[in-house]
């Protein structure tokens, strides 16, 4: 399903469409608010760091998620993923084996964002979440790493990482259905650790000054930015397709880098490719005598054999200083570490405090049971 374009109007400006949903938008927000009211947070007992976001759709989380991967990794942190796994069959907790590595799940299994984390980390899809960050634990997970969940109840992160599109903000501030939020922008922004300002600086700049509620927020700026891949698109005729969030971004990513884009073909997120669909697009783009391009998270949906025919763009979350998400994972895994200690100290003095009771226990009760045989050994023995 795409967003109604009356979700992105100037939240000064609200369409009729917006104002006529408002108290459907009040019913969503009072059933947010009752389900958290009622849940029990779990904790998996090992850092739980949450990459989420305020809106429906793509704002950039899965290259958020591999960023921090990565920041992780150079801590020495072997950390796990843990999604629910949107378009897939599989409710979990499950730990994905993708077919590419010999395994046997494929996104009609596990989704696509699952697929694209598990080439890095060992990855978890669970509707459960709660279940699912206990299962990696369990595995081994030094960390978990969340892609998308902001809004569950029933897990409580240690470090909240909050992605916003700088393209699109909050849309017109409303809620669903009035609305593209999941809660309302202020709520959303206070239980935030670090917002991930998404997008191209001027871009960033416009977003600032439409929502001034960033300001009070601690941010990291970054961008999504096209890996190298040997293959120089600049003035190659293309035919470009994606079935993502904003595959608006994905075409207008391909013009920078000076592609002559001949068609841009949009498909809703997560979108399964039939035989028929495929078989349309190579005939478009052998029309054109165009190369056929799309996103890795297409990819993994597209078949082997098909895919081979295709050029893939992979991306990746660029900062240009990362010092402020460096700073909140330092905080983290510190007090991670010292709470660790805290706990191991704690049950030294016990078994210590118990050792020594039951020494004395059994001192007493060797000294006790020695003046009693003693008394029975008395003049008349």
Same mark, same amino acid.
């Given at each position: 399903?795409?967003?109604?374009?009356?979700?992105?109007?100037?939240?000064?400006?609200?369409?009729?469409?917006?104002?006529?949903?408002?108290?459907?938008?009040?019913?969503?927000?009072?059933?947010?608010?009752?389900?958290?009211?009622?849940?029990?947070?779990?904790?998996?007992?090992?850092?739980?760091?949450?990459?989420?976001?305020?809106?429906?759709?793509?704002?950039?989380?899965?290259?958020?998620?591999?960023?921090?991967?990565?920041?992780?990794?150079?801590?020495?942190?072997?950390?796990?993923?843990?999604?629910?796994?949107?378009?897939?069959?599989?409710?979990?907790?499950?730990?994905?084996?993708?077919?590419?590595?010999?395994?046997?799940?494929?996104?009609?299994?596990?989704?696509?964002?699952?697929?694209?984390?598990?080439?890095?980390?060992?990855?978890?899809?669970?509707?459960?979440?709660?279940?699912?960050?206990?299962?990696?634990?369990?595995?081994?997970?030094?960390?978990?790493?969340?892609?998308?969940?902001?809004?569950?109840?029933?897990?409580?992160?240690?470090?909240?990482?909050?992605?916003?599109?700088?393209?699109?903000?909050?849309?017109?501030?409303?809620?669903?259905?009035?609305?593209?939020?999941?809660?309302?922008?202020?709520?959303?922004?206070?239980?935030?650790?670090?917002?991930?300002?998404?997008?191209?600086?001027?871009?960033?700049?416009?977003?600032?000054?439409?929502?001034?509620?960033?300001?009070?927020?601690?941010?990291?700026?970054?961008?999504?930015?096209?890996?190298?891949?040997?293959?120089?698109?600049?003035?190659?005729?293309?035919?470009?397709?994606?079935?993502?969030?904003?595959?608006?971004?994905?075409?207008?990513?391909?013009?920078?880098?000076?592609?002559?884009?001949?068609?841009?073909?949009?498909?809703?997120?997560?979108?399964?490719?039939?035989?028929?669909?495929?078989?349309?697009?190579?005939?478009?783009?052998?029309?054109?005598?165009?190369?056929?391009?799309?996103?890795?998270?297409?990819?993994?949906?597209?078949?082997?054999?098909?895919?081979?025919?295709?050029?893939?763009?992979?991306?990746?979350?660029?900062?240009?200083?990362?010092?402020?998400?460096?700073?909140?994972?330092?905080?983290?895994?510190?007090?991670?570490? %010292? +709470?660790? *200690?805290? /706990?191991? #100290?704690? $049950?030294? &003095? !016990?078994?210590? @405090? =118990?050792?020594?009771? %039951? +020494?004395? *226990?059994? /001192?007493? #009760?060797? $000294?006790? &049971? !020695?003046?009693? @045989? =003693?008394?029975?050994? %008395?003049?008349? *023995?």
């Amino acid at each position: 399903m795409r967003a109604p374009a009356f979700w992105f109007t100037r939240p000064d400006r609200p369409a009729l469409a917006a104002r006529l949903l408002a108290p459907a938008a009040a019913l969503w927000s009072l059933g947010g608010r009752w389900r958290a009211w009622r849940a029990r947070p779990a904790h998996p007992g090992v850092p739980l760091i949450c990459v989420g976001n305020l809106t429906a759709g793509g704002a950039g989380k899965t290259p958020a998620v591999r960023l921090v991967l990565e920041r992780l990794a150079a801590r020495g942190i072997a950390a796990h993923v843990l999604l629910r796994g949107h378009g897939g069959r599989i409710a979990g907790p499950h730990r994905v084996d993708p077919q590419d590595s010999g395994g046997a799940d494929g996104a009609a299994d596990v989704g696509d964002e699952a697929l694209l984390h598990a080439a890095l980390a060992p990855t978890w899809v669970a509707r459960d979440r709660a279940a699912g960050a206990a299962a990696a634990a369990t595995a081994g997970a030094a960390a978990v790493v969340m892609d998308d969940g902001y809004q569950n109840p029933h897990v409580r992160p240690d470090l909240r990482l909050l992605a916003v599109d700088a393209e699109q903000g909050f849309g017109n501030g409303r809620l669903i259905p009035a609305g593209p939020l999941r809660e309302a922008v202020g709520h959303g922004l206070a239980r935030a650790d670090l917002v991930l300002l998404v997008g191209l600086p001027a871009a960033r700049a416009r977003c600032r000054a439409l929502w001034p509620a960033l300001g009070a927020a601690p941010t990291l700026e970054v961008e999504i930015r096209p890996l190298p891949t040997g293959l120089a698109l600049e003035g190659l005729p293309v035919v470009a397709f994606a079935g993502i969030g904003r595959p608006g971004k994905f075409f207008d990513t391909l013009e920078r880098m000076g592609a002559r884009v001949l068609a841009r073909i949009p498909f809703p997120d997560h979108a399964a490719y039939a035989p028929a669909v495929l078989e349309r697009l190579s005939r478009h783009a052998r029309g054109l005598n165009a190369m056929l391009v799309t996103t890795e998270k297409d990819a993994v949906r597209l078949p082997a054999a098909f895919r081979r025919g295709v050029t893939v763009l992979p991306v990746a979350m660029v900062a240009e200083d990362p010092g402020p998400l460096d700073a909140v994972l330092d905080r983290l895994l510190a007090g991670a570490a %010292g +709470h660790a *200690a805290g /706990h191991a #100290a704690g $049950h030294a &003095a !016990g078994h210590r @405090a =118990g050792h020594m009771t %039951g +020494h004395r *226990a059994g /001192h007493g #009760a060797g $000294h006790g &049971a !020695g003046s009693i @045989a =003693g008394a029975g050994r %008395g003049p008349g *023995a």
